[in-house]
């Protein structure tokens, strides 16, 4: 294994039932992810991107295959330690933003410093929140910002805990091709200063060229 | 950070944002109608039994021939029960030459317990409250006394040994007629004048009476300590024994009571599993996101339930003050209707609301909870993904046992329980079934009907699941208020009925045979109503087929009473229409002069007879074998006369008896009676207006109990209602605002949603009344044992009231959606 190897993934593989029958939606899929890399998994729709993104942060399970995420076997962890390994090491950023509706910017940026009992929650969260320019809107309920300002609360989020991987799905998905430029490079600007190492699903070419590996998914495989 | 810090914060947030709103809402209004109901029938029960004790005045009475022991003064003492002592004789009272058999009822100064005592200045004349009993040296005579030997005001009368002065005549007692024992006009004493008269003797004939009262259940449970601990000479009395006509009103209405209280439950459990349902829809999202960013299932569990506690406890506390303030409120509000002072409310009905609330929490939204936990974190990513299908069991089992235990809890009879629980689950099935076939039928129909009537039934239809479950709550909460709408006209319409104003208010025993037929022809040129006219004989038991009653043995010590006491007999061709015939046949024309015998079934049951049994009897030395040919339900309530035993006709003819008969007369008008003692000097006469204006007032009061817990439910129950239509509108949030962004204007959109809540509503409606039907003949002819009559209105009210019902708490949950701007939602979402 290679020592700087932060996420590994050999021989993975997700089937499903479906009416039609057993799918196979991850299909051998092997890669191996260096520390402080950034990688854009590209592909059309129904490519399996999203699947192998869910498997490889330990949201699913995969049928066969294993797993690596910054030293610990995934594959061999319960959904709850799955969970604690996610706290303390992974950030997420979505397509769909997934703020909690109830807690207002800053909260949602605590919220995983919390869940991992961190004691300056507020003040980290402040910091980060600072950091992608919304610090006058700490106290604004999600439905209170644009989309704009949700990615980047959600951008904070992701950040907060200072994780070894984050992965983002489609983080521009639902945002104009401006806004979604400025959070292209807040994202690759806040990598760069953080040493954090990126998975990125995306089908915009240009958000992929700015990564420093590119992987093509067809059918479940890479190419 | 610990789960618990962490939930509570999240608590205040979510509080602060308005997202419990719902669920504490739902919850407030179910504990609200809950302990509401449950304090107003706390309170209406104790005012139905203090009125009920009148006729004894007194809770329980214990009475003996001989002294009492003081040991069961001593215990009620203990329990903080209040006692009085009052003891009967009769004596002959003098006023100079004028002389009358009196009973005379020497009194202790609490008496009495319950009920007023009145007095006046003159025979007959305007009373006034008594205070307290007669003091040392003085008497109260009644009217009749006064008049009979021309007693006044300061009159000095000769009891026995002693010699009392009037101070009042005595114009009613709250005991006196509760049995037609007291002949003798009566006159009041005080209790430490009686040893004075000398009239207490060895074996002189008296009935000591010890009379307790005090809260119910020490009432009740002293009760319990008295029939273990009593000589077997003494016997225990209450309102029950007493007055039968009392304790069935008693009875149906805390039955009824005890419906409103289940139907309150009901409700309650269904606005708590539809904000239970709410919260978790409203969750999933969080849930995922939580445990994607780290939370483990332990974690966003003890989250939600350190929630659902507070959201419970908070809820629970508003909704107990709310109930208190609603009841409190009712009370004023129908001051005229609830005549004299109700006592103050228990705090039991506090303890139940709140234990019910957590039961039902519990029940139905713990299972929903253990399911949101299990979401999986990738939600997150694929929106279809929710929780794993629950095992049913899990799902529905502790629903299911928080529901059996309080309807359990409520009723405390098995039979009626498994009938309830049966029921309620047979409609769970067919509300289900019939829903999910409507819906499916809503979707056929559609193509005949306008744009907002197709979009509103697509709805129904594409989310199948959601309304089968709305329509399952809806159809339950309409059916449970129609049920205690129909019950409830059934039960008030029997209370008209049985006591109408001609119901008989003078008894009259001991008419010569000879003498009858003229008797009756005198009431009846006076106008009065004849009632049925009957021959009474006394008669011994003597043998059950065959065997002598001496050596068998009885199951009960009523049932050796039955068979063992003196007891009077008659014989009738007729049968009142207060008797029905539940086995065999009555008798024939042909079964004239035929050794047979009609039984009451509580005979029938005492004894364990069956039909064709042989019973004989020793009437005055002669011998007579009968055997048994039908069985008789007796409403002993009707005030007429009844008998245990009526033999066929043209048997006992012969035999040394008298006739009795009850009539209505016009109490106002006294000439009447004086001319019919003058003519039937050896006729007894009893007046029972007293009693029946005692049982009248019971029935009153039960009847306003029932109207007015009938009124509160209601209201209660609606508001329920309205909450749980609330809780549902999130799942057409989304869709009205895509439908405006799709360029549908708000009164399209308002109409389709109105169009929805509309088919809802009726084919709930249409299902409850259904419902309501079956279950309203169960509870009224078993439950309530009351004639039920079928009403067809129950459909208009389950159709239209369902409809308008649901349609306007579906305008009122609704509005604000349709209003907001479609960007909020669609950003929200």
Known sequence: ?223 | MNALAIALRTLLREWKSGELGVLVLAITVAVAALTGVGFLVDRIGIAVDNQAGEVLAADLVLESAQPIDDRAIVEAQGRGLRVARKTGLLSVVFNGDASQLSAVRAVSSAYPLRGKVMVSNEPFGAPTLATGIPGRGEVWPESRLAAAIGATIGSELSIGASKFRVSHILISRPDQGATFVELAPAVLMNDEDIAGTQLIQPGSRLTRSQLFAGPRDEIKSFSEWIKTHKKESERLLDVDETAPQIKSAIDRSGRFLSLASLVAVLLCAIAVAMAARRYVQRHLDSVALMKTLGATRAFTLTVSLTQLIFVGIIAAIFGSMLGFGAQAWLVVALKGLLKGDLPPPGLAPLGIGFLTAIAVLGGFALPPLLQLSRTPALRVLRRDVGPPAPLVVLAFGPAVLAIAFLIYYVLRDVTFFLAFVGGLAAFVVVVAGAGWLLVKLTKRLRGGVGVSWRYGLANLGRRRTESVVQLTAFAHGIMMLLLLAVVRNDLLNDWKRSLPADTPNFFFINIPPDQHQDFTRFLEERGAERARALPMVRARMTHINGKPVDELKFATPRGKEFATRDQNITWADKLGRDNEITEGRWFTPEDTGKPLVSVSTEYMKELNLKLGDTLQFDIAGDIRTASVSSVRKVKWDSFQPNFFLMFAPGLLEGSQGTWMTATHLDATNPKTISELVRRFPSVSVFNVDDLLRQVRSVIDKALAAVQSVFLFTLLAGLVVLIAAVQASREERRYESAMLRTLGANRSTVLKGLLAEFAALGVLSGILAAAGASVAGVYVARRVLQIPYTPDPWVWIYGLAGGGLLVCFAGWLATRSVVNQPPVLTLRGA
């Open chain 1, 1 to 223: 294994m290679n020592l700087m190897s932060v996420l590994k993934a050999e021989n993975l593989t997700k089937k499903v039932t479906s009416p039609e029958g057993m799918l196979t939606i991850v299909n051998d899929v092997s890669l191996d992810i260096a520390a402080a890399e950034s990688v854009a998994i590209v592909g059309a729709s129904g490519a399996g991107k999203s699947t192998l993104l869910a498997l490889l942060a330990g949201l699913d399970e995969p049928t066969s295959g294993r797993i690596t995420l910054a030293g610990a076997d995934l594959t061999a962890l319960d959904e709850d330690g799955r969970a604690r390994l996610r706290a303390e090491r992974v950030g997420f950023v979505f397509q769909s933003f997934h703020l909690v509706p109830s807690l207002t910017a800053i909260e949602n940026v605590m919220l995983p410093l919390e869940l991992a009992g961190r004691r300056d929650a507020r003040a980290t969260a402040l910091e980060t929140l600072t950091r992608v320019g919304l610090e006058h809107r700490t106290g604004h309920y999600p439905r209170q910002l644009s989309g704009g300002e949700q990615q980047r609360v959600a951008i904070a989020r992701a950040f907060v805990t200072r994780p070894a991987v984050l992965f983002a799905d489609e983080p521009t998905g639902n945002l104009d091709t401006h806004t979604g430029e400025r959070i292209v490079s807040l994202l690759f600007d806040l990598n760069a200063q953080s040493h954090t190492t990126l998975v990125l699903v995306t089908h915009d070419r240009t958000v992929a060229a700015r990564c420093g590996r590119v992987l093509q998914m067809d059918s479940g495989a890479l190419k």
